[in-house]
C-alpha cells in the first residue's frame, strides 16, 4: 500500500475514531493499572479493534493528567494523540480542554528539521531555577541518546544571580571541554543542593587542569574585567558572559532555559519565539524527561532504539534539589 493510500485509511480511521467518542474497554473490575498498562492496553485495543491488519500503533508516551492519561502514538512514522481514563474503562479519540480559550498561539507551528544525528542545546544560567530545573530534565536524555546525538548545556550570554553565576558558568564550561566524561556526574551533583566543592571532589575533576581552563577562558572574554566594570552591562543591569555570544545571537537566545534543536529554538508559545529567528511552536510541551526525548527524537532521519525507551513523565520543582513539580512549569529567567 502506498503512502497516500495509508493516510487516506488511517485519516478515515481516525474519524470513525473521533465520532464515535470514545470506546469502552473490556477490562474492569481488575486491580488498578499502572500508567504504562492502561496506555499499553488502549494502544493494543487500537490494533485489535480498529486498525486494518496492515497498519500497527504503537506507543511512545503516556503522561497523567488531571482526571486522564494523554497518549502519544505512532502509526506508520506519524504521530497521534489521545486520552483514556485512569482507570482503564475508556478510551478518547481526542480530548479539548473547555476552560482554556483556543488562540493562534496555542496552534502548533513549525516543523523539527531532521539530521542523522540531531545538535541539541539547552541554554542556561546555572543559578537560574528554572534553568536547573531544565537540566534535573535533561540530563536522564543526554545520557539516554548522548551518543546518538550532540547534545549540549550552553550559556546564555548574561548574569541575572550574580559572581557566584559566573564563576559556576566557568566550571561547568570548562569541565565540558577539558573533561567532557565527568561533566554529567558534576551536574547531577551540582543541582542536587549547588555545594560545588563537594561536587569537585566526589566526581574526581582535575581542579588544576579546570582553573588553568577558567584563567584562559577569562583572559580571552574579559569576563571577570567586564564584571567589574558595569558600563559594560546590558542595559546597565546584567553582566556579560560572552563565551558563546554567536550563538546566543544566531539562535535569538532570550533566557534559561532555551532549547535549541536543529538550529530551531522550541517554544510552547509563538509569542515566546524570538523575532526573526527559526522557531518550532510546540503547545503544551512540558518539561519532563519524558517529554524532552520525544521532542529530540523527532529531529531524527531514522530514531534510534532508544528513542522507544520511556522516560519519567515526572517533572522537577525549580531550583536545587530533586524535589517533584506540583504541575507542569515553562518558566525562564529573562
Known sequence: MNKKNITILLSAFLCLFLLGGFWFFNF????KLSTQEVAQKAIDYLNNNLLPEELSASLVSAVEKEN???????????EYSSYVTKNGDLFF???IDLNEEITQAEEAQGEIAKSEKPDVSLFIMSYCPYGLQAQKVFLPVNELLGDKANIDIRFVNYIMHGKEEIDENLRQYCI???QEEKYNNYLRCFIEDGDFESCLVSTNINQNKMNDCIVEVDQSYNIYSQYEDQNTWLGG????FDIELDLN??????????LVINGAVISVLQEYCPEGK????IPGMERTPEEYKRIICQAFINQPEECSQVLSIDGFAAGFGLEKSEGPSNASCQ
Not at 474492569?28 to 486491580?31: A, K, M, S
Not at 543591569?237 to 556579560?240: A, E, G, K, L, V
Request: hydrophobic fraction near 25%.
Open 28 to 31: 474492569r473490575n481488575q486491580d
Open 68 to 78: 486522564v492519561i494523554k497518549l502519544i502514538f505512532s502509526i506508520d512514522d506519524q
Open 93 to 95: 479519540a481526542e480530548g
Open 176 to 178: 565540558q571541554k577539558e
Open 237 to 240: 543591569s546584567y553582566p556579560r
Open 249 to 258: 545571537e544566531q539562535y535569538g537566545v532570550g533566557g534559561s532555559p532555551t
Open 278 to 281: 527559526e522557531c518550532v511552536v
